[in-house]
């Protein structure tokens, strides 16, 4: 089994993924890390240097190589989502989790941290309700699953993703 993991930035996606992934003795595949390999610079100056376009041809290319695996845990670019065919392969391809966050916990969570290109403007929160608003509708439409991040630990996230990929058959219960 393929599971992906999706949501704007800071939801939880590569902490989640690699205990996911633990968990469930499968390899862990951040698209990020792929993706800045690859380039053999940062996403950040990347993005400044090349644009938004450039570094979602990238992140698409890659991506189409990361879900051809037959077994592990992904996580993806908060934008992966923003492109049709990504949508498409990963909903074909994997379990989509979304992990929904609220822009307010994300900005708590999110409010120092300099590296990550789409939050460095004047209204970093303002920024956060934007993206939901656009990508929130794409999660959706992509995932199978939605988990409602909220406050609970790691541990108790990977629970209720690993519950619900049982109930829908996808895990053999042990």
């Not at 990238?58 to 992966?80: D, N, P």
């Not at 608003?133 to 939605?146: K, N, Q």
Request: contains cysteine.
């Amino acid at each position: 089994m393929l599971c992906a993991l999706i949501g704007l930035p800071g939801s939880g996606k590569s902490t989640v993924g690699r205990q996911l992934a633990r968990r469930l003795q499968l390899p862990f595949a951040d698209s990020d890390q792929v993706i800045e390999r690859k380039l053999g610079c940062s996403i950040r100056e990347y993005f400044e240097r090349e644009g938004e376009a450039r570094f979602r041809d990238v992140e698409e290319s890659v991506l189409e190589e990361l879900t051809k695996a037959q077994a592990g845990v992904l996580s993806t670019g908060g934008g992966s989502i923003l492109r049709p065919a990504n949508r498409e392969r990963l909903h074909r391809r994997c379990q989509v989790v979304y992990l929904n966050s609220s822009p307010d916990e994300l900005f708590r969570r999110l409010r120092h941290d300099v590296n990550r290109p789409l939050l460095q403007v004047a209204d970093p929160l303002g920024r956060l309700r934007d993206l939901h608003a656009v990508r929130d509708p794409l999660y959706r439409e992509t995932a199978h699953f939605i988990v409602e991040t909220g406050r609970p630990s790691v541990a108790t996230l990977v629970n209720m993703i690993l519950m619900q990929l049982e109930v829908a058959g996808t895990l053999k219960s042990s």
